[in-house]
């Protein structure tokens, strides 16, 4: 699946040979990030604007409102390379980070946004090699950032959804990130009894007869539109239910994770099973949307949750500062000219250069930072008062007993 692109980013194919990215040998960007069939890469065109581009394809190109760029073009290309469209609109190419990468791939579920996903990965107090288990999976984003805090000899991460096109998504994702770097050592769990099912096959409970009778007396007899599910349609789904695949369980018998990290519309239903798999002493982070959601939740606790303390309720925003160069007018006037605080530009003398077709070729203008006569040079440092991703509430529990 290809990364999400702006919308006027159309997507045209030419008979497309397989991605040849099978066949060649697994080759870590960091040893070589020359960029090759497979790959996604970020493309940052003259305005600024990055975008995702890839996974490369022989064969394929893409067109925007900057020309079409071909594939096969980039491939052999390293980072901060320079290249051109058809139209010889120039891009720069760069490896994305993951903040990017997890913000511009393509969506299935709502992410959980970096100035979140870090704190969380701060709060769930993770180390490499830790073991983490993660529900629910969603887009992958909060996946990557757990990790990338983990990752070594060891480690292990079980990541659950109840959505398999979620879950699908995710791994798809995390596959296409860095060549697949963070993939090794997680187990994507796909059921369509949640994390609730998971947790019994972690316990090694799952099997019972009574645990495929409670799923059958729960069932859902209507489609997600209402409408009744016919005998015939009610029957498959209970046949589902109970013979749902799920993945052996990884881990030894009696096996507790370091810590555990929820983003589920429902967490009151799983915390009390959830304990048993968590370490003494360690911590349980959840991500809530908004404070109704805390605040139950802490009530909920009180009464029923004796197995752990409300360590923080956090919100985390970021703020960010436009601090940049600038032009102090009194000081430029005759000098240059001053549009603004944008861009600068020298002034011209009488034979200013100028195309066949009367236009200026801009080959004098310049960015500001660069023109401005040094004793005319203003700083501006000012927020930018624009939200850095959606706002929610990080809820760091802790288990207290043994
Ligand atoms: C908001 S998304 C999670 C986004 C994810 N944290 C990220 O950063 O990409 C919530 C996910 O929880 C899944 N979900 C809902 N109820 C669940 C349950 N009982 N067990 C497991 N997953 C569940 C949904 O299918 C959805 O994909």
Not at 219 to 247: A, M, Q, S, Y
Not at 363 to 390: F, K, M, Q, Y
Request: net charge neutral; charged share 20%.
């Amino acid at each position: 699946m290809l990364p999400s692109l702006p919308r006027h980013f159309t997507r045209t194919l030419s008979s497309l040979p397989p991605s040849s990215s099978d066949t060649q040998p697994f080759v870590s960007p960091q040893i070589d990030p020359t960029f090759r069939y497979g790959d996604v890469l970020v493309v940052n065109d003259s305005n600024g604007e990055r975008r995702l581009f890839g996974p490369l394809k022989k064969g394929i190109y893409r067109d925007n409102n900057l020309g079409r760029l071909r594939h096969d073009d980039l491939v052999g290309q390293k980072p901060l390379s320079i290249v051109q469209s058809n139209t010889g609109a120039k891009y720069t190419l760069h490896w994305p980070t993951l903040d990017e990468y997890s913000t511009k791939v393509k969506r299935q579920a709502s992410i959980m946004y970096p100035k979140d996903t870090t704190s969380a990965v701060h709060l769930l107090d993770l180390f490499p090699g830790a073991h983490v288990l993660e529900a629910g999976t969603g887009n992958g984003s909060m996946t990557m950032y757990i990790q990338r805090a983990i990752m070594a000899p060891g480690s292990h991460l079980d990541t659950v959804d109840i959505r398999d096109a979620h879950s699908m998504q995710a791994e798809k994702n995390i596959e296409q990130f860095w060549r697949g770097m963070y993939r090794p050592g997680i187990t994507f769990w796909r059921s369509s009894g949640g994390l609730q099912r998971v947790i019994k096959r972690l316990k090694g409970t799952d099997q019972t007869p009574e645990f495929a009778v409670s799923l059958i007396k729960g069932i859902d007899p209507t489609h997600p539109d209402g409408r009744p599910l016919t005998d015939l349609e009610l029957r498959r789904k209970k046949l589902e239910l109970v013979h749902e695949d799920l993945p052996k369980n990884p881990h030894p018998e009696g096996h507790q994770y370091d810590a555990i990290s929820l983003d589920l519309p429902d967490t009151k239903s799983v915390i009390l099973d959830l304990l048993p798999l968590l370490k003494a002493d360690r911590p349980m982070v959840l991500y809530m949307v908004n404070m109704s959601q805390v605040l139950e939740l802490v009530q909920w606790m009180r009464l029923n949750c004796h197995g752990c303390t409300v360590e923080n309720v956090l919100e985390v925003g970021w703020k960010e500062w436009s601090v940049r160069s600038a032009a102090v007018r009194s000081k430029v006037k005759g000098r240059v000219h001053v549009g603004g605080f944008g861009a600068v530009s020298v002034l011209k003398p009488a034979t200013a250069t100028t195309g066949t077709d009367g236009q200026d070729n801009g080959s004098e203008l310049t960015a500001a930072s660069d023109n401005i006569p040094d004793d005319a040079v203003g700083w501006i440092c000012r927020p930018l008062h624009v939200p850095v991703g959606h706002t929610g509430f990080l809820v760091q529990l802790r288990k207290n007993y043994i």
